[in-house]
């Protein structure tokens, strides 16, 4: 691969019950070296951002996302399809490969892999993954703002303890993923 242009993507935030899913594609250039770079999850907060700023310097990025309205509408499995390749869409042309973390691709005309773990295994992938952390987390902080009752700052739209019991007092907001079951449940309390 190391002729090759090779696009690493992945995506954060399939599981919450909050925000969008958003997913971002990269491309390493090898004249510009990113030391560090792995799974978003094994990451402190403080190091992923430092990457993140790497990251945005020295490699070719695409980010994509699809929002609440289209996860209910699509469900996340598609809906994360349709981010992964909204940040595929955003890079520029010419590359020969991509790669995408996980079992599944989407629907497109692109030379492209799934692999299992792959944040751990491939550099460009685990550059993804910290880009498209960091994008959605930042979304969750700013959405926080408005609705300080779920704690989004803490658990960026998780089912957590705190964010369970917000649903159940206040309900669900627009940031919500209605089509997920322990929104919908709330909606009829």
């Not at 929002?67 to 598609?78: A, G, M, Q, R, T």
């Not at 042309?93 to 295994?121: M, Q, T, Y």
């Not at 993804?128 to 952390?133: L, N, R, T």
Request: glycine fraction near 8%.
């Amino acid at each position: 691969m190391a002729d090759r242009l090779v696009v690493g993507v992945d995506e954060a935030g399939r599981g919450p019950l909050a925000g969008p899913v958003v997913a971002a594609a990269v491309v390493l250039r090898p004249s510009k070296p990113i030391d560090g770079l792995d799974d978003s999850k094994k990451l402190s907060a403080k190091r992923r951002a430092a990457l993140e700023e790497l990251i945005w310097e020295n490699a070719i990025v695409g980010v994509g996302q699809a929002s609440v309205e289209e996860i209910d509408e699509l469900n996340i499995l598609h809906a994360t399809m349709l981010a992964m390749t909204r940040a595929v869409d955003a890079m520029p042309p010419g590359f020969d490969l991509v790669l995408v973390d996980g079992n599944r691709l989407p629907k497109w005309p692109h030379n492209a892999e799934a692999v299992v773990g792959g944040d751990a295994i491939h550099p460009c992938i685990s550059a993804a993954s910290i880009i498209a952390k960091e994008r959605r987390d930042r979304i969750m902080k700013a959405a926080a703002k408005d609705y300080p009752e779920y704690g989004w700052e803490r658990n960026k739209g998780y089912g957590t303890k705190e964010h369970m019991a917000a649903l159940k007092k206040y309900g669900p907001t627009p940031m919500h993923r209605m089509s997920f079951a322990p929104v919908a449940q709330a909606k009829l309390l």
